[in-house]
T-cell receptor, first 110, second 115 residues
Framework: DAGITQSPRYKITETGRQVTLMCHQT?????MFWYRQDLGHGLRLIYY???????DKGEVPDGYVVSRSKTENFPLTLESATRSQTSVYFC?????????FGPGTRLTVL | AQKVTQAQTEISVVEKEDVTLDCVYE???????LFWYKQPPSGELVFLIRRNSFDEQNEISGRYSWNFQKSTSSFNFTITASQVVDSAVYFC????????????FGGGTRLMVKP
């Protein structure tokens, strides 16, 4: 199906473990983004990518790593998960000036 | 940096009431876009509208309308004759750059419409 997908949709992990959240889009949009959504903070940008092999930090990048070897994929890795990274994570892609969001991944770090 | 403020964190209305969600923004740009997104209880983010700062005319789409006032840096959203299905969190957003490729979101307003 065309669109933007995220996997897993739900994930429970433990402090210190590495976790990778996947994001895949079928439109070949140049820009892709990762946001986290926390109560009281709305959505905050973690990292973004303007094209394959080009990534840059957003507002809250600490503790996260991204890569973009292919235009359609933009995985987000938590190298050593902490409880403060418990959140809902949204991936998005954009064409011109409109962003399209994935369904979100709810991550719980115990 | 851009800034978006949604001062109303939560609003509760009874079905069929009209409700206005406020959005105030700060930007260094002379031309820019503004966005509204809806997040229903199911969690996905649904695009509602994109507005160019050149166009200050009010926009109406069914029961939804938007009032953009550049002089007061506001982009308010009104739902007329609210329905229970309108219950959601609504976000106003402003791009970090002119291309709209990085969005700064307001904190969101949770709207609860009671039957």
């Amino acid at each position: 199906d065309a669109g933007i997908t995220q996997s897993p949709r739900y994930k429970i992990t433990e402090t210190g473990r590495q976790v990778t959240l996947m994001c895949h889009q079928t439109w070949s949009h140049s820009y892709m983004f990762w946001y986290r959504q926390d109560l009281g903070h709305g959505l905050r940008l973690i990292y973004y990518s303007a094209a394959a092999d080009i990534t840059d930090k957003g507002e809250v990048p600490d503790g996260y790593v991204v890569s973009r070897s292919k235009t359609e994929n933009f995985p987000l890795t938590l190298e050593s998960a902490t409880r403060s990274q418990t959140s809902v994570y949204f991936c998005a892609s954009s064409l011109d000036d409109e962003q399209f969001f994935g369904p979100g991944t709810r991550l719980t770090v115990l | 940096a851009q800034k978006v403020t949604q001062a109303q964190t939560e609003i509760s209305v009874v079905e069929k009431e009209d409700v206005t969600l406020d959005c105030v923004y700060e930007t260094r740009d002379t031309t820019y876009y503004l966005f509204w997104y809806k997040q229903p209880p199911s969690g996905e983010l649904v695009f509602l509208i994109r507005r160019n700062s050149f166009d200050e005319q009010n926009e109406i789409s069914g029961r939804y309308s938007w009032n953009f006032q550049k002089s007061t840096s506001s982009f308010n959203f009104t739902i007329t004759a609210s329905q229970v299905v309108d219950s959601a969190v609504y976000f106003c957003a402003l791009p970090e750059d002119n291309a709209g490729n990085m969005l700064t979101f307001g904190g969101g307003t949770r709207l609860m419409v009671k039957p």
